[in-house]
């Protein structure tokens, strides 16, 4: 496991609760010591008496519930849980093996139910598994959730457009970890909710700070993208930063090869190896995402640095880490950053280990690359999405109150503030415009010969 120095950053103190909102100067509602003594506010004419002092053994009025929605009853919420299928993952050759969504998400619901529920409502959970390499498995996994069950809103969320499934045909709102675009959000009809920035916000702002920081000063670029060109949209945003910046840049996609064809994933990336090295590129944006590239690059006799956007997943997936000496990123605090926290090990970490005390020594540490592609689980992903997703669905809830909807719970996103996501780092969203969280990013390198990334100075965007 890679180890981590946090340099000139930390994570925001917050526990992540949602501030009260203050009404404004001059408002009606006013605390009994501005009404004067014992005025009621009733006219001076004496017609009508005080009323009667309230009755402290009598229970205070509650809200009435009420069937608001679809898949909102007076007494429940369904709530569907899109549950990746890992093994599916692993056994296509990508070493991502993580623990069971479903065992991390019933521990939040179950502590969200004891307290009460969402605004009064018991969340009533539907899992349903995919495939992440199996377009059929999702549509299947939308129709489950929107025909069968008829949830309310989906959490974890499916691939990338997949989920366009559930907010276009069946106007069923989804909560993700990523796979946004500002395209996709755009389509999107009804709420798509995302713990992260959009992945084309995220590239913009890493080649952005990255180019300003002058750590890219002299180099030639290159990036790595994934599918053709056209759809490409991260590798033309950092393409386009990157030249506006003054950088010389090639950017390479591609052809779809790194599905579950391992070799001819390999051949694709030694033949891009062979491109870079042609254009004189000294340093490549790899925006693909996991796997060996640098391994692969190596094998072709080709080693730049690199840049990530996600490091710690970089230097785990590579299979000589000194290759990788100087690699950056700009991004969101790291797994290792995560698991030393000690906000997210109480409030989130802890959670899931207390309702499932035999995955406690499981749960102790983060697997490396290796140990994941060998069935070791990485329990701090899911645990960390489960516990803000479902801590946002929590707020959002009781903001949106007894008449919850569609329209009622993308309003009280402008309600919500800011909110400090355990993970992650502060995070706000507006109804009309941002679907997506996160405005803080870090800068990290990656020091070969201490084995360690060095969290620097914080990036906080206004977004």
Known sequence: MVALVLLAAACSGDDGDVSAEQPDDGSDDVSDDDRGDGDDGAADDGDEPPPDDPDPDEPEPTEELFASFRG?????????????????????????????????????FDEINDEGGVHGRLIDPVYVSFDFTDATTQDEACSRFAEDHEVFIVLYGLLGQSNLCLTNLHETMVMTRSFQTTALRD????????????????????????????????????????????????????????EAAGFEVTLLTGSGADGGDALAR??????????????????????????????????????????????????????????LDGALSVSELN??????????????????????????????F?????????????????????????????????????DLTNDTFLAALDRLGPFDLYGYGLATYASDRKWDGLDEFFIQVYDAVSDSIEVLEPVVVDR
């Open 72 to 108: 909102v009853t007076e007494t429940s919420i369904k709530v569907g849980v899109a549950v990746p299928d890992f093994d599916a993952l692993q056994a296509a050759g990508i070493s991502n093996y993580q623990g069971d969504a479903e065992i991390a998400f019933q521990a939040f």
């Open 187 to 242: 389509q999107a009809e009804v709420l798509w909710l995302q713990l992260n920035a959009v992945d084309d916000e995220r590239t913009r702002i890493m080649a952005e700070a990255l180019a300003g920081s002058g750590r890219l000063d002299g180099l030639t670029l290159g990036v790595l993208a994934r599918g053709s060109e056209a759809e490409a949209v991260e590798g033309a945003v950092a393409r386009d930063v990157l």
């Open 266 to 323: 390999d051949n694709e990336l030694r033949l891009q190896a062979e491109q870079f090295e042609a254009a004189g590129v000294d340093l490549v944006f790899d925006l693909r995402g996991g796997g060996d590239t640098v391994g692969i690059f190596a094998q072709a006799g080709f080693t730049p640095r690199f840049a990530f956007k996600a490091l710690g997943a970089g230097v785990d997936g590579a299979s000589d880490r000194t290759l």
């Open 335 to 364: 797994e290792q950053a995560m698991i030393a926290d000690e906000d997210f090990q109480t409030n989130c970490m802890d959670v899931v280990r207390a309702a499932n005390p035999d995955l406690v020594d499981e749960m102790a």
């Open 366 to 402: 983060l697997p490396t690359g290796d140990q994941q592609a060998q069935g070791q689980p990485n329990w701090v992903n899911p645990v960390m999405i489960a516990c803000d997703q479902t801590r946002l669905l929590d707020a959002i809830g009781e903001i949106a109150g007894a």
